[in-house]
């Protein structure tokens, strides 16, 4: 019989680093329930099966959820070895502590960005007027003409009544919207940056294992989300930017963007070298394949 798991084991740790990183919104216990298939007699668990189940067969949001999973094997080398032949009981407890993890972190980084927010988007050499609080959101959200502003959705006027369709000015570069662009400064606004360092490469975090060397596009998206919220709230906004992140069409943006980041906040990293070169034999690569899929999806359509 296994010992039993502590409440101060590693996975705290690692739920900590993957909610922010990885994935944040997440029912962990449910994601290992319902990835892993157990036998109904004996409850051990048979992982041969999910190799069986074609992803065709999945729903989206199985897929999606599947494609969670291999990531959160991925990023614990251990934890397919803890998962197996255990109770049902115990793979619950084991997502809990994962869960708890991400939770006090999404937790933490709530409180400390609700007050540090105000000093980035004080006007330079000025305080906020009228003053808002910087322990709570209620004078925020579009009551205040300085964070209303900044939840605007780009192309719109902020006293308008539909706000919510779009991305919000603050995610621009110097929250300036190109109409005719919406790649043009998405996402590199100076407010995202700050917040971004604040998180993951303040004191508090270099401290923390794993330790983060490059931006991810979850991260990214995480870093947006803590910046809405703090202003407001959202439920999908974070599933919206993930969605944008992962569509095949937008990923040269995509790739752009990453690149820009790690410059911004990891510039001596690898992960903030230049784009491939278009002449490279990686790029070249590339466009084989590219070729090679759209004449497949021609031949078959």
């Keep these: 019989m296994s010992s039993p798991l502590s409440t101060s084991d590693p996975l705290i740790s690692h739920g900590w680093h993957f909610g922010r990183t990885v994935?944040?919104?997440?029912?962990?216990?449910s994601l290992l329930m319902n990835s892993l298939l157990l036998s109904r007699y004996n409850g051990i668990l048979r992982l041969e099966q999910m190799e069986d189940t074609p992803l065709e067969d999945l729903s989206a949001d199985e897929r999606w959820e599947h494609h969670v999973f291999e990531q959160l094997l991925d990023s614990y080398p251990g934890?397919?070895?803890?998962?197996?032949?255990?109770?049902?009981?115990?793979?619950?407890h084991i997502g809990?502590?994962?869960?708890?993890?991400?939770?006090g972190a999404r937790g933490d980084d709530t409180k400390t960005l609700k007050s540090a927010i105000l000093d980035w988007i004080a006007p330079k050499g000025a305080a906020i007027q009228p003053p808002l609080h910087r322990n709570s959101k209620i004078d925020r959200r579009f009551n205040h003409e300085l964070t209303g502003s900044l939840l605007c959705p780009a192309g719109m006027n902020w006293n308008d009544s539909d706000l919510w369709g779009s991305m919000a000015h603050l995610l621009y570069a110097h929250y300036t919207y190109d109409v005719d662009d919406p790649w043009c400064g998405l996402l590199r606004s100076r407010l995202l940056v700050c917040a971004y360092k604040h998180i993951f490469t303040s004191p508090s975090s270099v401290n923390k294992e794993p330790k983060a060397t490059s931006v991810t596009i979850a991260s990214m998206a995480y870093i947006a989300t803590q910046v809405q919220f703090t202003l407001s709230s959202s439920s999908t906004f974070y599933h919206s930017l993930l969605d944008l992140f992962e569509d095949p069409n937008e990923s040269t943006e995509v790739d752009e963007l990453l690149t820009w980041w790690n410059c911004q906040v990891f510039p001596n990293s690898s992960a903030a070298k230049r784009p491939i070169s278009a002449n490279s034999v990686l790029s070249k690569i590339w466009l084989k394949r590219l070729a090679a899929k759209q004449a497949t999806d021609s031949n078959s359509s």
């Design 79 to 92: 934890l397919l070895e803890r998962l197996q032949n255990r109770s049902e009981e115990e793979i619950l």
């Design 96 to 103: 809990e502590l994962i869960g708890k993890g991400a939770a």
């Design 23 to 29: 994935f944040a919104l997440c029912n962990y216990p």
